[in-house]
């Protein structure tokens, strides 16, 4: 499957973005999805993920309670909603998939497990 992330953009701390996820090229609702990001100098790190069905979501300590991941199998699109955002979620975000029936084991928050990436989108938060 392709994936295309978009929604990114320069938004005040405090301040909501929208992420948003496209699907091409293969069974969207066969495929467990993530979300990654990685700031200036440091690692790629886990945001959140969601199972095939939409049924179970984790997240980052980081971000649990400001963002939401959510999806729509029926257009081949996830999302991440992020809200009361801070310089600290300044980075460029990554969509992820692999084609998994699987539930949310340790192994969904590594960003080896998945084999599909979309491009990133850049989200800078200022203060």
């Known amino acids: 499957v392709q994936l295309q992330a978009s929604g990114g953009g320069l938004v005040q701390a405090g301040g909501s973005l929208r992420l948003s996820c496209a699907a091409s090229g293969g069974t969207f609702s066969t495929y467990h999805m993530g979300w990654f990001r990685q700031a200036p100098g440091k690692e790629r790190e886990f945001v959140a993920t969601?199972?095939?069905?939409?049924?179970?979501?984790a997240y980052a300590d980081s971000v649990k309670g400001r963002f939401t991941i959510s999806r729509d199998n029926a257009n081949n699109a996830m999302y991440l909603q992020m809200n009361s955002l801070k310089p600290g979620d300044t980075a460029v975000y990554y969509c992820a998939g692999k084609r998994a029936y699987s539930g949310i084991y340790t192994y969904t928050r590594t960003s080896d497990w998945y084999d599909s990436w979309g491009q990133g989108t850049l989200v800078t938060v200022s203060s």
């Open positions: 969601i199972t095939w069905s939409g049924s179970s979501t």
